[in-house]
């Protein structure tokens, strides 16, 4: 009898233990799965990363518009980016509870690098070439959107920063620091190509780029684009390398192992896509290359 009772009581438990785990699968979270945020960048300042951003982005901006190539706000291909962009950035803050408060601005420059960035503050950046090249659709836009996007929400930038403090003993603040991991063209102006000129080599790592991939892919799923376009993207971005890979494909991952990558994840982002789709608030246009 004593028996049957710890049997009863153990087997309680144990089918109790079940119905937790079981309530707990239900309730995951919907989407892509990528490691914790970096402990590196809480060492240092998410205020001072944002401010030093939107100090290069005006520079970035002015130097754009002193040589007339700057996309003024009724051009077509403004309005698309500014489009996709509205539609993606609410989102947003699943990731980042800071991307609540940023001020969001998407901007065109016209120039052949096959390049586009996102600065932390959420300060957007796209280049005529990688549209005008690539001949992207908008979900493959939106592909490179949310990569961009990424990279900012799960603060790649602040990351690499606090890794820094750690090896050199001081965090590398200036707009030298974004320049070169931004990839900006340092010739823009004097003041920028002296301030990249030593930290061009800072880059962020396959992990960081392959993160960007997953939650990009999902910020666009859930915006409503298909997210099937980052393989098409890719297969564009590798075609366009010819050998030697463009500005925006440099560093990151090669083009069969993001494409494999993308393959393997899709199953878990084309549910939101459809529901996306069949929302009346999450409409996207036909898409069309430019």
């Known amino acids: 009898m004593a028996m049957g009772k710890r049997f009863l009581k ?3 438990v144990a089918v109790l ?13 919907e989407g892509v799965e990528v490691g914790e945020r970096s402990v590196f960048a809480d060492m240092v300042s998410a205020e001072q990363v944002e ?10 901006l002015k130097a754009a518009a002193d040589q007339r190539a700057l996309g003024p706000a009724d051009n077509a291909q403004v309005r698309r980016l500014r489009a996709i962009a509205q539609k993606i950035t609410p989102l947003a ?31 957007i ?14 979900d493959e836009v ?5 990569h961009e996007i990424a990279h900012a929400l799960r603060e790649h930038a602040r990351e690499r920063m606090g890794k820094s403090t750690v090896t050199s003993g001081a965090a590398r603040l200036g707009g030298a620091l974004l320049s070169g991991w931004l990839g900006i063209d340092p010739r823009l102006t004097d003041t920028m190509a002296q301030q990249g000129a030593n930290l061009l080599s800072l880059k962020f790592g396959r992990e ?12 666009a799923a859930r915006a409503g684009f298909d997210p099937r376009a980052g393989v098409t993207l890719w297969e564009k971005m590798s075609a366009a390398s ?7 494909l440099s560093t990151h991952p090669s083009g069969n192992t993001r494409i494999a990558e993308i393959e393997a994840n899709l199953p878990k982002v084309m549910p939101l896509y459809e529901r996306a789709r069949r929302s009346k608030t999450t409409e996207v246009p036909e898409n069309k290359a430019p």
């Open 10 to 12: 153990h087997g309680g």
């Open 51 to 60: 401010q030093q951003a939107a100090l290069q982005y005006q520079q970035t």
């Open 17 to 29: 233990l079940l119905c937790v785990l079981a309530s707990a699968s239900a309730w995951a979270r």
């Open 242 to 248: 010819k050998g030697a890979p463009p500005q925006w």
């Open 93 to 123: 803050s699943e990731w980042n509870e800071r991307a609540r408060q940023w001020k969001w601005e998407v901007n065109l420059i016209g120039s052949n690098q096959i390049n586009a960035f996102c600065m932390p503050g959420g300060k």
């Open 208 to 219: 960081d780029e392959s993160e960007a991939d997953l939650v990009g892919m999902e910020l």
């Open 142 to 146: 939106a592909m490179v959107m949310g």
């Open 125 to 138: 950046v796209f280049y005529t070439g990688i549209l005008k090249n690539l001949q992207l659709t908008d």
